[in-house]
Structure formats: structure tokens, C-alpha cells
């Protein structure tokens, strides 16, 4: 099975400035990209929105999703709002609570998508996420916003860590297989490798980050999305890269 990972979309009202970046055409890009790959499914794995949600961007997101006819999944970034993306996205299999997190059998494979959103996970979604792992018995899969590790990105390790994280690790340690999770927010590409846990960052559609620097400062305008192959039981992934689109030169 082959799965396209779009994340960190960061798209803007209409008339918002998003520091001259055509995000929009970032997106309309990748996804065309996207599209040539011919995966089963694609996942966003959050940011769709700018800075705030707004149910407009999402409106447009979700056409644009609609048109490709390849089945979609979202969850939530810490710059979404999960009650918007529920309504627009009728998003009606996640659990109570305002979070969105869910688990899919992707070929033979559970697959857990998680909402971190709120830089934590609730209570009651890590009692769910240890039922998940209490009931599988094979390598598994998730999809998630934040990664759950610092990563050696200066500002986001800094200032926008995922809270949890240790909690998150020691939870995700108790299972015996391997666990491969695909997430975004850190703006940049990178693999770790923490026991069983696998943790491939996967590149934003609007800008990376410079991971070098405490003070926030772009690495890049090439833009990317992640193609995973999933099989029996291996899981191996690659970044596909293009270049971003300036709005001073449209
Ligand atoms: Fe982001």
C-alpha cells in the first residue's frame, strides 16, 4: 500500500500575508505531485491553517482534496481548530472529547492517528492509545502532528516541543514491536531512531526551518511531501522535494 503524507500546509485567508510565500500554489504543487505518485491514500498530518483556523481555508483545502478522487485523511496541528476541521471535513470516526484521533487498518497494518494538537495528548487519548497497542500484535503505524522527541531543530526543540513527550516515548516503549510514526511541525526532514519507535519528520509544504538556530529563521523554500510503502511487515518511506513558489514572483 502506498500512502503520500502531506503536512504543515500553513495556508492563509485570501488576503494574508504568509511572509510572500504562495502557499496555496505550495499546496496545489504538492498535491500534484502527489496525484503522479498514484497512492491509495493520502494523509495531512496539520497546520492546514496559517496561523488560526478558519472554516474558509478549510472549505477550499477540502476541495482541492475532493478533486484528486484518491481517498484522504486529516488530523490536527497546532494551528487548527479541531471543531472546525470535524465540521468541514465531516470527520464523524473520532472519539468525543475536542480532539480528533482514530485508528484505520491501512492494508493489514493498524494505523493509530493521533491529535496532538494541543502540544499533549488528553487523558483519555493516551488511556485509548494504550488499549490500541494492547490490542495489536504487529509493527504499526501513526500519523500525528508533533513529534514525540526533541530533534535537534534549535527553535522548535526550544520553544514548541511536544509537552508529553517522555510520557508519550515510555508508553510507545512498552509495545514489542516497531512502531513507525509520520508527523510534521518541526518544518524540516529527519529520522530517529529511539528503540522501537521510529519517528520520520516530514518536510512542511510552505517553508523549512534553519535547524541550526535558537531564533526562528528559514532553512528553505523547497517543498516537499513524504510517499510510504507499506507492506507484510516493512515500512519504508521517502521525501519527494520541489521548489516553493514566491509571491514576488507571480
Ligand atoms: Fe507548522
Redesign the pocket.
Known sequence: MKIAQIT?L?IGLKDQDTYNVDVRDNFLQILGEVVFTEPDLVVVT??LCFDVGHEEIYIWIKSKLDNIKIPYLVTP???DDTEMMKAVFEIDYSHGDDEIYFAKKLSKTTALFLDNSKAAHSDNQKKWIKRQLHQADKNIVVFTHYPPAKCKVAFMDKNHALEDRKEIQSLFHTYEKNIYLFC??Y?TEKIIHLDNLHIAITP?T?IQIDPDTEDFQVGSYQIGFRLIELSKNHCMSTVKYIDGKSLREA
Open positions: 504543515d500553513h496539520g497546520d496541528g497546532n494551528h510534521g511541525h518544518h512542511s510552505y
